[in-house]
């Protein structure tokens, strides 16, 4: 039954989670402006609020590049877990 059921039970599952880091970085945005803890997301909210475009650019930049990369290890995950995944 493991063998059978496990892999392609455990493939919705890696995905949901791999979605799960995208929300989470938008709500450590809002969490850290609102309590005002010092991390990225405080001072992403304190660069849009001085008006640093530049320093916002670099802050989302690097958010894309973590989804992206996170998006892209969902993938391969995928693919090892399940071979009709495979390109």
Known sequence: ???H???PALIPII??????IALLLG????????FEWKGLGYELGQY???????AV??????LAVIVAVTNFIV???????????RY
């Open 1 to 3: 039954m493991r063998s």
């Open 5 to 7: 059921a496990f892999k």
């Open 15 to 20: 995905t949901v989670i791999g979605l799960q």
């Open 27 to 34: 709500g450590a945005i809002l969490t850290e402006t609102t």
């Open 48 to 54: 849009l609020a001085n008006r640093d475009f530049v």
């Open 57 to 62: 650019q670099g802050i989302v930049a690097l």
């Open 75 to 85: 993938d391969v995950i995928a693919a090892i877990i399940d071979p009709r995944v």
